[in-house]
């Protein structure tokens, strides 16, 4: 998974480093670099909810339990808060905070949240010469056809155009500052350990895992065999922020498999390593206007990041299995 770059005695800050992209990053420097100094900083869950019902912030300490770098429990919407930062000079930033749920529809909290707080990271990046590598999305894509290619975006929600317009700002600041490193990563759906905290926004082979343990057939939109997503698994991910330090050319890239996969192959892959057949239980597709196919072109990422991803659909599965069985029956809250 390296490239040659020794985060030993480098010093990293993870914004969302509750969150689940952001904490198995934190667990993969500990492992890999113990002499790093990463420093979490993520606002944690509490108790309000958006109108959607869902937690306003997913972070949880359940996802940290083990981590031994520093905490920092702060808001990136409040300047008190990030000013805890100033005592840190980092070497590199990432930043995965964010309102992550795409159905938050109120639109000044997601801008506030993941855009004006981009502003304040990027001024931090700028003053410590950081490497910068953040969290964009497959939601700026919106619901364009296949494949997915960097340069054409229509985002549909407004989680997909604060994502956007956070790379048309990381854009502007490459070229002002040309001396910075800043990648915008672009993930597709990702799946694997430490997202169960996010509730029902946690990927459906998680969600179709327990469905499965509890006795019951997987529950899936009518013809899901026709709704194709680009799956890609956590170790990939981690892969792609580890080798956007060193690119060759700063920018926005796809970080998913180029290879697009259905909802009942997750099912089937499912009930294969669960050892099951429950059979599907389909019902009605409740959305308007639903993408029924993301597959990214990853050319770019592979020219400009090395970027490779490793695990099919049923390896990410294979390999997630003895964590969806752990988690089975617990609590999310
Ligand atoms: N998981 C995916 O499939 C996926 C796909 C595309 C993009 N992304 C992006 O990747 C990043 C990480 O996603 P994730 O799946 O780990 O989501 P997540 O919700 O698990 O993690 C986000 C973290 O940010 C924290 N956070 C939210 N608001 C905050 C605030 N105001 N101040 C401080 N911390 C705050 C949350 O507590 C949480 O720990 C996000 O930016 C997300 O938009 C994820």
Not at 155 to 182: Q, V
Not at 291 to 314: C, H, R, V, Y
């Amino acid at each position: 998974m390296n490239n040659k770059i020794n985060f030993n005695n480098k010093t990293i800050l993870i914004t969302g480093g509750a969150g689940f992209i952001g904490s198995n990053l934190a667990f993969y420097f500990q492992e890999n670099f113990p002499k790093s100094k990463v420093t979490v900083f993520d606002c944690f869950r509490n108790e309000e909810t958006f109108h959607n019902g869902n937690l306003k912030s997913f972070g949880h300490y359940k996802n940290l339990i083990g981590f031994r770098g520093d905490i920092i429990c702060g808001n990136i919407n409040n300047k008190d808060d990030l000013a805890l930062l100033d005592e840190h000079k980092f070497d590199f930033i990432f930043h995965h905070a964010a309102i992550s749920d795409t159905r938050v529809y109120d639109q000044e909290i997601v801008m506030k949240t993941n855009v004006n707080s981009f502003y304040d990271l990027l001024a931090i990046a700028k003053r410590d010469r950081s490497v910068m590598v953040y969290a964009s999305s497959a939601a700026t894509y919106g619901n364009l056809p296949s494949p997915q290619t960097v340069g054409k975006e229509s985002p549909e929600n407004p989680y997909g155009y604060s994502k956007y317009i956070m790379d048309e700002i990381a854009i502007k600041y490459s070229l002002e500052n040309p001396d910075l490193t800043i990648v915008g990563l672009r993930f597709f759906n990702v799946y694997g350990p430490r997202e169960y905290y996010k509730g029902n926004t946690s990927s459906m082979v998680i969600q179709l895992g327990h469905q499965i343990l509890d006795g019951n057939a997987p529950r899936l939109f009518n013809n899901s065999n026709q709704i194709l997503r680009d799956f890609i698994y956590i170790d990939d991910v981690i892969q792609a922020n580890i080798k956007a330090c060193a690119p060759k050319q700063n920018g926005n890239y796809n970080i998913a498999t180029g290879i697009s996969r259905n909802f009942q192959e997750i099912a089937d892959i499912l009930q294969k390593e669960l050892d099951t057949d429950f059979g599907t239980d389909y019902f009605p597709n409740p959305y308007n206007g639903y993408q029924m196919n993301t597959q990214a072109d990853i050319s770019s990422t592979k020219k400009n990041l090395g970027f490779e991803p490793k695990f099919s659909l049923e390896r990410g599965i294979k390999a997630y299995i003895p964590e969806i069985l752990r988690l089975h029956g617990t609590d999310t809250s």
